[in-house]
């Protein structure tokens, strides 16, 4: 999967960069004020795509990663240079570089503006690239307890739900501003003074003469790469020194919990240990995290609009996240996996016991959320269609899931790890399997999402009715069957993907 994953990025930068070169070719024949402006907004951006795009969307590759190179004979600043040059030459540095490099098309009508690309183009790139480490070095908490790493893990997710409509909104800011005659390239020139855009300013301002200016705004770029530096050259001091600590909790002493609670049966302790799982470890409850946002930004995207259709059916989309969260639930036990197998548990009761336990928590955020988004939009009528359809692709996604997760695991972070890191390998991998589920949970749900869609828009009454009833069986079934496939599945690929969750350690 790393190799397929990196081919599919090299043929996306190749057509990125494709676009790019057409782009800035035809920005060249502008006017120089315009090109030059174009070229500081398209650096500032890939700058700050740099900083945020690896910590919240992608995630940063490990395979350099500071903990796997504290051991070997190298100093902090010999590890940041490696660190440094092997994220230049990956694919998104290769990327960046050339797409940087064609920036000289807009340059070359200017010799000056050309000579000072020389020197400001890889200032540029090295600022990327440095300051997406030493953010993420500070983000992940390096150096600090498992708490620290969970919370800014917390936050970060919170950002990446939201990123959307807070770009919409600075958009829609950007405009407003416009239209009260604000210009665009007043903007720029605001932002050429900032870190993410002084570099890329510099050959523009030499070219127009404005020598002052550009030496101040050189000044500012280097002063940025220098502090970047300095800031991630601490966090991992830090980091090698002293290695991030695990947090330890007391426990009552002879206190089961849920294991005291639920039946002392196979699917009982699993179910108990999954629940466990779902309540405690914050790699679960990021996932959960997206259940009760979902309305809020459904109410985002329908313009506030509480009585609009888009609002009152968001617990249709909280169904639809809520039983595919466990698609890949085998990955997260890790080699722990092991001890599982030892116990000689069969599978379809592994598969009862871990369903069961994602249900326990789904269920009820997707009841709450389906009522309370109906009744706050005044449309008491369409909720049985919503129920249903809810129900219908919570519990078919849960069996898809119990076949899904016997079949896929897929490299995670272990307990108490960055939030941000990324196990080599892992974003295609992840996407490609994310999305096969996705498409089989809304394929196996229509039978119930028809009637309940035909009820909301015909405003059928029968129709909702018949979507809860059909929601709730078909869901039981594919619930049903999902289990017993999965355990079958579970009985004959459980070594192997013990072997496979192995090789994921030592990535």
């Known amino acids: 999967m790393q190799l397929v994953g990196f081919i599919f990025g090299v043929l996306g930068a190749l057509w990125m960069l494709l676009l790019i070169g057409v ?7 502008l006017d120089f004020d315009i090109a030059r402006g174009v070229v500081t907004a398209a650096g500032a951006l890939l700058t700050l795509g740099w900083v945020i795009g690896p910590v919240f969307v992608a995630g940063v590759d490990t395979t350099l990663d500071p903990a796997k190179l504290a051991p070997f004979p190298m100093t902090t600043r010999q590890m940041m240079v490696a660190i440094t040059a092997g994220g230049i030459t990956g694919v998104p540095g290769i ?41 993420t070095a500070l983000a992940g908490g390096l150096g600090g307890g498992r708490r ?24 829609n800011g950007v405009r407003a501003a416009t239209d009260q005659g604000l210009q665009l390239q007043s903007l720029v ?43 991630w050259y601490r966090s991992l001091s830090a980091s090698v020194v002293a290695p991030p600590a695990r947090s330890t909790a007391r426990r009552r002493s002879g206190s089961l919990g849920l294991f005291g609670v639920m039946p002392s049966t196979p699917v009982g302790a699993t179910w108990a240990r999954s629940l466990m799982s779902w309540t405690r470890d914050m790699r679960y409850l990021r996932q959960l995290l997206i259940l009760p946002l979902l309305p809020v930004l459904m109410l985002f995207y329908s313009g506030g609009d509480l009585s609009g259709s888009l609002f009152a059916m ?15 639930d085998v990955s997260y036990d890790g080699t722990a996996f092991a ?49 249903g359809g809810s129900l219908a692709l919570t519990l078919v996604g849960l069996g898809v899931s119990a076949v899904s997760s016997a079949i896929i695991v897929v490299p995670t972070p272990a307990p108490g790890d960055s939030p941000f890191k990324r196990v080599p390998g892992s974003t295609f991998s992840m996407f490609l399997a994310f999305l096969v589920c996705w498409v089989l949970v809304a394929v196996l749900s ?5 009637p309940a869609l035909i009820s909301v828009i015909g405003g059928s ?47």
């Open 23 to 29: 782009g800035l070719f035809f920005v060249g024949g």
């Open 314 to 328: 968001s617990g249709l989309a909280v169904g639809f996240f809520a039983g595919i969260l466990a698609y890949s």
């Open 446 to 450: 229509l039978p119930a999402i028809v």
């Open 339 to 387: 001890t599982v197998l030892q116990t000689g548990i069969r599978g379809r009761d592994d598969r009862l016991g871990r369903m069961l336990g994602a249900a326990t928590v789904s269920l009820p955020l997707v009841v709450i959320a389906t009522v309370v988004t109906v009744g706050l939009a005044g449309r008491w009528e369409i909720l049985p269609a919503v129920l």
């Open 95 to 135: 990327a960046t570089s050339l797409g940087a490099l064609l920036t000289f098309l807009v340059w070359a009508r200017e010799p000056l503006a050309a000579l000072a690309a020389i020197v400001c183009v890889p200032l540029g790139v090295l600022i990327c690239v440095v300051a997406s480490r030493a953010v």
């Open 461 to 507: 009454g029968l129709a909702g009715w018949i979507a809860l009833a059909v929601g709730v069986v078909f869901g039981l079934v594919v619930f049903a069957v999902g289990v017993v496939v999965g355990g079958r599945r579970f009985d004959a690929a459980a070594p192997a993907l013990l072997a496979q969750l192995r090789t994921f350690r030592g990535a």
């Open 148 to 171: 620290t790493r969970e919370l800014v893990g917390l936050v970060g997710f919170l950002a990446l739900i939201f990123a959307s409509p807070l770009l919409i909104g600075i958009l």
């Open 189 to 231: 020139e605001g932002v050429s003074w900032t870190p993410i855009g002084a570099a890329w300013a510099v050959p523009g301002d030499l070219a127009t003469g404005s020598w002052l200016v550009a030496a101040a705004r050189f000044a500012i770029a280097v002063a940025t790469l220098a502090a970047l530096w300095v800031l």
